[in-house]
């Protein structure tokens, strides 16, 4: 599997013409593949990810955990090995477009001996780096950044004195997580206190203290915004990857969108998965949600309602919404989701531009988006290198006939089975044309 950026597939979203009813099933987790395989790393002994995500960004994990000494194997689509060994350097990480690599990793890079420099995408090098350098620093970590961001090199010397650190993780909750996850490791542990505006994601801060506890951490994270991890060892275990429950939203927005009916299997009773929220969110939004221990079902009826909400819990799902928020019957404000100008481009901007050239009326505000639907027009829709923003074209892309994706391929990040998944399930409708 290439790791490189994909070359651009432009795509026309199939439409669908009667409601789609389909049962999907999904790969792992990208953020629990992410978080397993750090947490591997950094354990003695031996450790699997069963039902984990291959994509981009997991290979990419993968990749520079391997430049740092460690056995990964992934030959096994069901079953990933991973052999943690003394890290070392030098090394080179490419990290793709992926928050996950280039956040979680050069602390790790930091117990290794010998420089690991760290460089990914263009677009990589906009996202934020900031804080987690100067916070790696005041804990006795050598970094080398000219601008403050990607290119990096993290000088490692084979340990990490840790200690109190101050971070403002307005950014991205993603600097908490790269601070936390390998700190057992640091020769006092860490206390991490957030100083700054709310920090976004805090489902991943969870599923991160969580995921620690379960690999043997002592976590404290009682006290809002301060986190301690003491130091310890943490040994190898299996860890059993849930399906990706962000990468469902597309999915379960075709319910909506059709009137029809979509099932995801296997969806976890109880789960630090952002994507949880989309039971409460579409049911806010017109459908009617039915979780059993065989999966997740969304009913639609075709009436889309609009959203007033503070996505700021779960903004990697705000493509899907405001897609789903252009087709509705009323008008829609999704605020508290101004850091998702930095994911893998300004989404906030792009879902104006493309909404827009599609006929809705979309006000951008410094934290959110305000979305007057209209009726649509097809029209190229560019999708920025960014996943979600194919995930909300193929949405709209159901019931608007013409909506031409400049590039598919970039779904590979975290569901290079998505355009495959997605004709499947409109091939699936009576009369459908994907
Ligand atoms: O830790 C993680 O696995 C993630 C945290 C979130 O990042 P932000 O806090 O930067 O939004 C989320 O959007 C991203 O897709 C995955
Ligand atoms: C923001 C996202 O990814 P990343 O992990 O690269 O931040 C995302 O997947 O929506």
Redesign the pocket.
Known sequence: MAIATSTPVPWPAPTASGPVTSSVRLPGS?SMTARALVLAAVSTGTSTLRAPLRAR?TELMAAGLRALGVHVSSRDDELWTVRARPLSGPASIDVG????VMRFLPAVAALADGPVTFDGDPAARQRPMAPLITALRALGVDIASANGGLPLTVNGSGRVQGGEVTIDASA?S?LVSGLLLAASEFDRGIVVRHDGPKVPSAPHLRMTTQMLRLAGAAVDDSTPNVWTVESGRLTGRAWNIEPDL?GAAPFLAAALVTGGEVTIADWPIGTTQPGDQLRELLTTMGGAATLTPEGLTLRGTGRIHGLTADLSEV??LTPVLAALAALADSPSRLTGIGHIRA??TDRLAALARELGRLGVQVHELADGLEIHPRPLTGSVFETYDD??MAHAAAVIGLTVPGVNLTDVACTS??LPQFPALWSAMVRGTAGGNG
């Open positions: 990208k960004d477009l992926a928050g996950t991205s993603q962000s903004g990697e994911h893998e996943h979600r990040k975290t």
